[in-house]
């Protein structure tokens, strides 16, 4: 790896992460290895989804993993539908780094 950091398009940044993902599993994992859990853009690397989360949280990112997920299948009565493919991104945080979504000040 290169010591200098790479430069990013700071408003494609801004668009990588599309939303947190809040559910019971992702909290759990939250817990367990201090990683959060993030609905990405499908096209988004890992060295983007790391500079906007460093970017726009102002918190120090220990490593990336990425999983795609495929729609499911899914039917309206007669007709057959798909939901969209999401890729998620867990982002492990440094030790004693830490992201709070619920809105309290800290």
């Known amino acids: ?11 494609r940044l801004m668009q990588v992460l599309v939303a947190p993902i809040i559910s ?14 993030f609905k990405v853009l499908q096209d988004a690397t890992k060295p983007e989804i790391k500079a906007a989360v460093e970017l726009m949280f ?4 220990k490593g990336v ?14 007709s057959q539908g ?4 999401i890729r998620k ?13 619920s809105g309290e000040a800290a």
Do not use: H, W
């Not at 790896?1 to 430069?7: D, G, I, Q, T």
């Open 65 to 78: 993993s990425v999983a795609n997920i495929k729609g499911k299948q899914k039917r309206f009565g007669r």
């Open 24 to 37: 019971e599993k992702a909290t759990m994992v939250a817990d367990k290895t201090n990683a959060v859990t």
């Open 1 to 11: 790896m290169s010591a200098a950091p790479k430069k990013f398009d700071e408003g």
């Open 58 to 61: 102002n918190v120090q990112v």
């Open 89 to 101: 991104a867990y982002v492990s945080l440094m030790p004693g780094q830490e992201l709070n979504f």
């Open 82 to 85: 798909r939901r969209d493919n």
